[in-house]
């Protein structure tokens, strides 16, 4: 018989209760034994619900509750501390993006996985679908890319509130929070740019408190000729997601739940579909961490495959103020 991990879930906003929380009841491997959140009341609320002891402190949660894995699902500028404590306390760690808010912190807490021998999954949730990894198998079929375009988009009507709205908290804007996926993408298909040139703006509600960007365009570049744009925007709708690569024989495009191969005329040429397109169901994500600590499937998103993602956005928004590209290189800690 299958013996069940034991999971905690802190941070229970919107993430844990849209997605963790019910993905765990449908899970094979692992199940609820308790939640943590600094609000007490939404605290009593998740816990009754769920019948699990309720903390409002991490520590504690870990030294009563000794999970054998924590979700963590807080506002980016909580993540360092509760994935130290879980770290500290030799609790491995399914973390939600962003892996950490700039290169120091991811350094930080990469050597800190190392050191305590924590396994540590950040959920990128189109790395475990299964139309990305298939994309990528048809990447080599256009030749050498040259020209690249991501574009991310969706309508938020109030890009100040909460953590969101400010950069210093957030680690950034819309470019750190969905556009992480988009540069998730980008850097598992081709890699770290050698250059990159932001623009931002918070501009979308004139007069409304918040200075974490609203949109980002980021020029791309690498030694090897190929160049291209990032957009990425949570005001200005409608919600569109895709991410198109072009080489000599034709383009490769992604959108969710679809693969497309073009010929250099754009025409079909072959698509792979998943139906429904989305989502990637939370509870294959969570089973899939429980197979990472048994040993029987790898992690391909542990800490070290995202320091390039802290490095791009830090060099993105250092050339923002700049108007002047960035080596995201230089920002490897
Ligand atoms: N993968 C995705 O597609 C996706 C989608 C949405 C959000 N997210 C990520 O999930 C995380 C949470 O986002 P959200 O939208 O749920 O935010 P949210 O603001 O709705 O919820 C965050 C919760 O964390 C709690 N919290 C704050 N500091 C804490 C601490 N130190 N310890 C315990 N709890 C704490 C808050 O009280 C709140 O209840 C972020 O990292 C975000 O980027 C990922």
């Not at 409002?56 to 030294?63: A, C, G, M, R, S």
């Not at 807080?74 to 760690?93: F, N, S």
């Not at 009507?157 to 957030?170: E, F, I, N």
Request: net charge negative; hydrophobic share 45%; aromatic share 6%.
């Amino acid at each position: 018989m299958t013996v069940r991990k034991r999971t905690a879930v802190v941070g229970l906003g919107h993430q844990a209760t849209s997605d963790h929380l019910p993905g765990l009841g449908q899970c094979h491997l692992a199940e609820l034994a308790g939640v943590c959140d600094v609000d007490a009341s939404q605290v009593a609320a998740v816990a009754d619900t769920h019948q699990v002891p309720g903390f409002t402190d991490v520590e504690h949660l870990l030294k009563q509750v000794r999970p054998d894995f924590v979700i963590v699902a807080v506002p980016h500028h909580a993540g360092r501390e509760v994935v130290a404590a879980c770290a500290e306390a030799g609790v491995h760690v399914m973390k939600e993006k962003p892996f950490a808010t700039d290169p120091h912190e991811a350094a930080e807490l990469a050597a800190l996985c190392d050191k305590t021998e924590i396994e540590l999954m950040v959920t990128v949730q189109r790395r475990f679908h299964p139309v990305y990894p298939a994309a990528l198998a048809l990447l080599e079929r256009i030749g050498d890319p040259y020209l690249v375009e991501g574009r991310y988009t969706f309508h938020c009507p109030d890009p100040a509130a909460g953590w969101r709205g400010r950069a210093k908290l957030a680690g950034g804007g819309c470019l750190a929070d969905m556009g992480y996926h988009l540069i998730d993408l980008l850097l598992w298909y081709l890699g770290l740019p050698d250059r990159v040139l932001a623009t931002v703006s918070a501009a979308a509600v004139p007069g409304a408190a918040y200075d974490a960007e609203d949109t980002a365009l980021v020029h791309l570049a690498y030694d090897s000729g190929l160049y291209g744009s990032l957009l990425v925007s949570r005001s200005a709708g409608p919600k569109t997601e895709r991410l198109a690569i072009t080489g000599p024989h034709g383009t490769l495009t992604v959108e969710r739940g679809i693969a497309r191969l073009l010929d250099p005329a754009g025409q079909v040429v072959e698509s792979l579909v998943r139906e429904p397109a989305w989502p990637c169901p939370p509870a294959a994500l969570i089973d899939r961490f429980c197979r990472v600590l048994d040993g029987t499937a790898v992690n391909p998103s542990g800490p070290a495959e995202h320091l390039p993602h802290a490095a791009f956005l830090a060099a993105a928004y250092a050339s923002a103020p700049t108007h002047r590209p960035a080596d995201p290189k230089e920002f490897l800690a």
